[in-house]
Nanobody
Framework: QVQLVESGGGLVQAGGSLRLSCAAS????????IGWYRQAPGKQRELVAA???????NFADSVKGRFTISRDNAKNTVYLQMNSLKPEDTAVYYC?????????????????WGQGTQVTVSS
């Protein structure tokens, strides 16, 4: 089994910064990619940023230039640094592990979602 712990959410004024962390533990041999998603009230969940095990990254257009994502493979932890926050960034942010393989003989893998952390940006 795999456990996900998200942290770093909170209330911040527009223009401020927050750093979210997502730490995975348990039976993990490898993880293909880790992503941060967000869901605002009344809206669909959307990808914010993702990073592969090799370090390739992908960002939503709305956060490019403001957010960065980094990964510590040894700790199975991903960080989302959010700068120049805007009120429209307000949402619940979720961490997702894309294709976790539990051991070398695991050829299927599975995905895991975190419980979410609230980010509120006041104007």
């Amino acid at each position: 089994q795999v456990q996900l712990v998200e942290s770093g959410g909170g209330l911040v004024q527009a223009g401020g910064s927050l750093r979210l962390s997502c730490a995975a533990s348990g039976r993990i041999f490898s993880i293909n990619a880790i992503g941060w998603y967000r869901q605002a009230p009344g809206k669909q969940r959307e990808l914010v940023a993702a990073i592969t095990s090799g370090g390739s990254t992908n960002f939503a257009d709305s956060v490019k230039g403001r957010f960065t994502i980094s990964r510590d493979n040894a700790k199975n932890t991903v960080y989302l640094q959010m700068n120049s926050l805007k009120p429209e960034d307000t949402a619940v942010y979720y961490c997702k592990l894309h294709r976790v393989y539990s051991d070398p003989a695991d050829f299927t893998g599975r995905d895991y979602w975190g419980q979410g952390t609230q980010v509120t940006v006041s104007s």
